[in-house]
């Protein structure tokens, strides 16, 4: 026998139409560009997807894997970085696309480098190390020394201005990169800085950045990261970090190496080396059409697998502890 449904005393109430909601209105006002998120942010997802642990050029668009993937092995980077404003991204934006409608050939168009695939606008950097691999239980001593070192430089928070536009290979010149040349004040912080990067990366026996021609031999041998490496072994087993700080910090201050010329920011890039077309444009570009940004530098980032560790010019770390949980 089927159930009977009664309707409830409530049910008798006459219904009444919910009151109608009210949009908020959207400001249109001029220069009301989105506050800028904070750069910690961008460090929460500073790596993409991996899709194959052997180098594919086809899926990233014929760029080759400069250091093969080791497992155990960790991609690392020190660098500076810098997050365009909406406007600065806005100018670099109509850079590169003017320098790409003078082109006759597709082929030859400028990559960029400001924004990713889904369209997302990225932070640019300048690099203060080669890539490089780290072993897992090299991460945390050798940020502990980057940090002692960066510190020890005496550097205060200042800034860098954009001084032209120009081509730069990569390192291993499988890539030619569009980059905005820059130039700190007068006080070296960007070469003290490389100095105490350099320092470190050598100490865990990888090569340096920017070298004098005197290390040019040590330069070129690839980073491998891992195997037979008698300092860096030990680190690794973990012998005595803080005399390995000690060690560094008890050494003679070297002179410090001027690579003003070599320090820029990536804003593009190409397979091949540009070829007279590619450079007749370029110097058709004006000191306008390049702008006259300034980047505050308070923070050096280290990148060790997708993890990014900020060290702060303003003060000495609050804490200890090791980011990777020593």
Known sequence: MALVEYSDS???KPETSPPPTTKRKRSTSAGG???PLPSTFHDLYSSTV??????????????QRVIPHVEGNWPSHVYIEWTPSSTESRN?????SKINSQLKEPKDRVQSLLESDLGVELPL??????S????????QPFLDELESQLYSQGVHPFDITVTDLRWAP?????RWFLVLGVQSSASNELNKFLQASNTVTQSFDQPPLYAPLATKERNDRPSRGGRGRGRANRRARGHGSD???AALSARPPSPIFDASENFHISVGWVLNEPDGELRAVLRGISEEDVGDATIHVDTVKVKIGNHVSAVSLKAQLASSKGIFGS
């Open 10 to 12: 409530d049910d008798s």
């Open 33 to 35: 560009d989105l506050r």
């Open 50 to 63: 991996r899709v194959s642990n052997h180098d594919d050029p086809a899926l990233h668009g014929g760029r």
């Open 92 to 96: 670099l934006k109509g850079l590169i």
């Open 125 to 130: 950097h300048i690099s203060l190390s080669r």
């Open 132 to 139: 490089m691999m780290l072993l897992t239980e090299q991460r």
């Open 170 to 174: 990569n390192h291993e010149k499988t």
């Open 243 to 245: 005399r390995n700080q």
